[in-house]
């Protein structure tokens, strides 16, 4: 049996350790952020690589790492073939990682380029489903039953110091139960759509979207 000092401390542990994901999470999507607001006259993977990676280390991040994608290509979003300008109404999909004293946090953003800005590919009745959706992540739980309930759209893993962290979002977790603090990598991909979000959430009573 647990002791109570020993839930204590690992009740303490948790706190940090959702605070420092939840640092990191506010940087990778205030960068994000700032990305929209911008003008670009000519968009290079490259150059907006550097932007969101400058962006992030001036809010203090440690490890910054971009993936830019192409959803559109066959080979997937990530594939080989690259296409190196953004060209308008190109989709692209944004994938970025930062950590805070350490703990990580990433996201991933689609949009379409045109005019010279980045704009949010995601309508507002995406944006509401994603929101509800992750607000069923509430203590009690289980990992099979939650994601029963969403279907195959939904995947993640747990985050922390490493990427991937349990619990591995998957039906066949029967046993793990969602406890209070606890930090998940969670991706949607909408039905029938190239359209992709990733966030960090943290458990709370109302699953705080991150």
């Given at each position: 049996?647990?002791?109570?000092?020993?839930?204590?401390?690992?009740?303490?542990?948790?706190?940090?350790?959702?605070?420092?994901?939840?640092?990191?999470?506010?940087?990778?999507?205030?960068?994000?952020?700032?990305?929209?607001?911008?003008?670009?006259?000519?968009?290079?993977?490259?150059?907006?690589?550097?932007?969101?990676?400058?962006?992030?280390?001036?809010?203090?991040?440690?490890?910054?790492?971009?993936?830019?994608?192409?959803?559109?290509?066959?080979?997937?979003?990530?594939?080989?073939?690259?296409?190196p300008?953004?060209?308008?109404?190109?989709?692209?999909?944004?994938?970025?990682?930062?950590?805070?004293?350490?703990?990580?946090?990433?996201?991933?953003?689609?949009?379409?380029?045109?005019?010279?800005?980045?704009?949010?590919?995601?309508?507002?009745?995406?944006?509401?489903?994603?929101?509800?959706?992750?607000?069923r992540?509430?203590?009690?739980?289980?990992?099979?039953?939650?994601?029963?309930?969403?279907?195959?759209?939904?995947?993640?893993?747990?985050?922390?110091?490493?990427?991937?962290?349990?619990?591995?979002?998957?039906?066949?977790?029967?046993?793990?139960t969602?406890?209070?603090g606890?930090?998940?990598?969670?991706?949607?991909?909408?039905?029938?759509?190239?359209?992709?979000?990733?966030?960090?959430?943290?458990?709370?009573q109302?699953?705080?979207?991150?």
């Amino acid at each position: 049996m647990r002791s109570h000092s020993s839930t204590i401390s690992a009740a303490s542990s948790q706190t940090a350790k959702s605070r420092r994901c939840g640092a990191a999470s506010k940087i990778v999507h205030t960068t994000s952020d700032d990305l929209e607001a911008g003008c670009f006259d000519a968009a290079t993977e490259s150059l907006v690589a550097a932007r969101l990676i400058r962006g992030a280390r001036m809010q203090g991040a440690e490890d910054v790492r971009v993936m830019v994608a192409n959803p559109l290509d066959r080979t997937g979003p990530f594939g080989r073939r690259r296409i190196p300008r953004l060209r308008n109404p190109k989709k692209s999909q944004f994938f970025g990682r930062g950590s805070w004293e350490r703990y990580r946090a990433e996201a991933t953003r689609t949009y379409g380029f045109r005019r010279g800005r980045f704009e949010p590919d995601w309508s507002e009745a995406d944006a509401k489903l994603f929101d509800l959706t992750v607000r069923r992540f509430a203590p009690g739980r289980t990992i099979e039953e939650l994601l029963r309930e969403l279907g195959s759209s939904f995947v993640g893993n747990g985050i922390g110091v490493t990427a991937i962290e349990p619990p591995i979002l998957s039906t066949d977790d029967n046993i793990t139960t969602l406890q209070p603090g606890m930090c998940l990598s969670v991706r949607l991909t909408l039905p029938s759509s190239v359209v992709r979000g990733e966030t960090i959430v943290i458990v709370t009573q109302n699953a705080s979207c991150l």
